[in-house]
């Protein structure tokens, strides 16, 4: 199993979860640990990314060689267009 590398604004948004909730992130992250390939591959600007659903929250993140990367994390409204600009591509 590969290390899960959490950037620090994607901590400050699970710290800021409702307990329930901060949970099923947590189980989530373990999910992608297990088997990486568990989200869905995303398309155009998130291209190499994925998604991983949890209630109303989407976790993005890809799979390096050494670590799993989660680039960002938040609700299914506004995350992607939020991704793709916090990882530096245009939405």
Do not use: C
Not at 8 to 31: F, G, N, S, W
Not at 48 to 71: C, D, H, K, N, Q
Request: hydrophobic share 40%.
């Amino acid at each position: 199993m590969r290390a899960v590398r959490l950037p620090p604004e994607v901590q400050r948004a699970i710290r800021t979860l409702h307990p329930d909730l901060k949970r099923r992130v947590r189980a989530a992250l373990d999910l992608i640990r297990a088997a990486p390939n568990s989200g869905k591959p995303l398309k155009r600007e998130l291209q190499g990314w994925r998604s991983l659903p949890v209630g109303r929250i989407r976790i993005i993140y890809r799979e390096t060689r050494a670590v799993i990367e989660v680039g960002a994390i938040g609700p299914r409204t506004a995350i992607y267009r939020d991704a793709a600009e916090r990882l530096g591509r245009k939405p």
